[in-house]
């Protein structure tokens, strides 16, 4: 349970006294709280404040883009910063409920409404993180320069630290320049899997935990198919709206591979197959 030093700044932050703690579960990089007053609940994220520096503040930041597309819902940011040696996030609570019969199709005009916000470059004005690793977000010109050198390069270098060898990468990165669309970035969520995503009170949805960039919009929808979750009329809704270049599912593979390196550099050799098979396919 949080101490009394921490809660006590939590009051002071929030002006309300806290009647109830409650611990979370899901949160496998960081302790989370449900914190309750006499008139909101409240979400708290902590951690070692040298364990991942600037996650917290990276987090805010990705929300608040988010929010400013005004497409998803997304929880309001109310705190963040570093008591002693814990860094902390506070954010609207949003209560879940189940899904309204429109859910799938409001989904993919969000998501199409999301990844018609665009920039000039492909990055984003700070670096933040995927998971636990840090993730870096250089500015670029092209998607293929992007996705090349700030998404894939410093996985495959971690990857290799951590003993896992791959062949002809160099080849890799060059044959994948051509398929990847040379079309505008998108503002994408970047770790869109379905844990990141919730049903709100009136059955609408919600996205938190983001890796925010201005990246290929392929990411996202690569994400969404990599580990299910996501209806097939979201997609048709999507693609309705805002229309993907042709052959955009034969590159879903190739924007997995981050994903799929992230989890080779998380979890161990479990995905190790599954991102060898992809570079092999590309040589």
């Known amino acids: 349970m949080l101490s009394q030093n921490i809660i006590h700044h939590f009051e002071e932050l929030l002006s309300e006294e806290i009647i109830v703690q409650q611990p979370l579960s899901g949160g496998d990089i960081n302790e989370v709280y449900l914190l309750t007053t006499n008139n909101r609940k409240v979400v708290v994220k902590l951690n070692k404040a040298v364990r991942f520096p600037k996650m917290f503040e990276a987090e805010a930041f990705g929300l608040h883009k988010l929010r400013e597309t005004d497409t998803f819902r997304i929880p309001e940011v109310l705190h963040f910063g570093v008591l002693k040696d814990v860094s902390f996030l506070i954010l609207e609570y949003i209560t879940a409920t189940q899904p309204a019969a429109n859910f799938w199709e409001v989904f993919g005009r969000q998501l199409a409404a999301l990844h018609q916000h665009t920039s000039p470059y492909f990055g984003f004005e700070e670096d933040n993180y995927i998971g636990s690793l840090p993730q870096y977000n250089r ?16 996985q495959f270098s971690l990857a290799s630290q951590n003993g896992f060898s791959f062949s002809e990468i160099d080849t890799f990165y060059k044959n994948i320049s051509s398929e990847i669309p040379n079309e505008p970035s998108s503002l994408i969520h970047g770790d869109l899997w379905s844990g990141n995503s919730m049903v709100d009170k009136d059955g609408m949805p919600c ?18 198919h990599l580990f299910g ?16 270049e042709k052959g955009w599912r034969d590159r879903i593979s190739i924007f997995q591979l981050y994903y799929l390196l ?3 550099n998380l979890f161990g050799s479990s995905y190790y197959n599954g991102v060898k098979n992809i570079v092999d396919k590309y040589l």
Do not use: N, W
């Open 207 to 224: 996205l938190i935990d983001p890796a925010v960039a201005y990246a290929p919009r392929g990411m996202d929808v690569a994400m969404m």
């Open 139 to 154: 500015l670029c010109k092209s998607a293929s320069e992007f996705y090349t050198t700030q998404r894939l390069e410093p």
């Open 262 to 264: 992230v989890h080779l």
């Open 229 to 244: 979750g996501f209806d097939t009329r979201l997609f048709d809704v999507y693609i309705e709206v805002f229309p993907m």
